[in-house]
T-cell receptor, first 109, second 116 residues
Framework: KNEVEQSPQNLTAQEGEFITINCSYS?????LHWLQQHPGGGIVSLFM???GKKKHGRLIATINIQEKHSSLHITASHPRDSAVYIC???????????FGTGTRLTIIP | DGGITQSPKYLFRKEGQNVTLSCEQN?????MYWYRQDPGQGLRLIYY???????QKGDIAEGYSVSREKKESFPLTVTSAQKNPTAFYLC???????????????FGPGTRLTVL
């Protein structure tokens, strides 16, 4: 079974700071997902990647398959980025996603 | 607009009562899922369905039941057999059936169930 670990568990930063959230997993995967959970509870898919790097606006996700590690970066952070960020992995031939416990990000104005 | 709806957003029930959580999607997705979220834990899979009239148990199915009579709908019943039913419940769907490579899932807004 794949183990997914995220760090840090909680992160507080000032508006404008560069944010990095890390995710590591134990077994080779077919894809890694970054999700954002808003304070109300709804979850939005941010990225799905299996190699390299993806960028959407101020968000950047990278993955290193050899090291079994992914990072989510937020540039020029803003209070509206405050949310829980969840990493999840999908495995070849497996119906299930395995989720990390999430990183709670708080951006202070 | 396409999406997943869950109702109600907040639900209160007395201990010993069964309760059914609604999940509807108009994305024409084949697969649907139910997850439970507890503080400090990752999402845990309760049940999933790859196709109408078929569903499989996830990691924590005990005390729960589901049905999939229509492609759009995947209701979850929390029975009195569930020992700790108070939690946040999320429904999701994916365009590809499970077992495909990427399994990108789209989530509903969730239902917070409190059993008194």
């Amino acid at each position: 079974k794949n183990e997914v670990e995220q760090s840090p568990q909680n992160l507080t930063a000032q508006e404008g700071e560069f944010i990095t959230i890390n995710c590591s997993y134990s077994v080779g995967i077919s894809a890694l997902h970054w999700l954002q959970q808003h304070p109300g509870g709804g979850i939005v898919s941010l990225f799905m990647l299996s190699s390299g790097k993806k960028k959407h606006g101020r968000l950047i996700a990278t993955i290193n398959i050899q090291e079994k590690h992914s990072s989510l970066h937020i540039t020029a952070s803003h209070p509206r980025d405050s949310a829980v960020y969840i990493c999840a992995v999908s495995n070849f031939g497996n119906e299930k996603l395995t989720f990390g416990t999430g990183t709670r990000l708080t951006i202070i104005p | 607009d396409g999406g997943i709806t869950q109702s109600p957003k907040y639900l209160f029930r007395k201990e010993g009562q069964n309760v059914t959580l609604s999940c509807e999607q108009n994305l024409n997705h084949d697969a649907m899922y139910w997850y439970r979220q507890d503080p400090g834990q990752g999402l845990r899979l309760i049940y999933y369905s790859q196709i109408v009239n078929d569903f499989q148990k996830g990691d924590i199915a005990e005390g729960y039941s589901v049905s999939r009579e229509k492609k759009e709908s995947f209701p979850l019943t929390v029975t009195s057999a569930q020992k700790n039913p108070t939690a946040f419940y999320l429904c999701a769907s994916s365009i590809d059936p499970p077992g495909r490579i990427y399994n990108e899932q789209f989530f509903g807004p969730g239902t917070r169930l409190t059993v008194l």
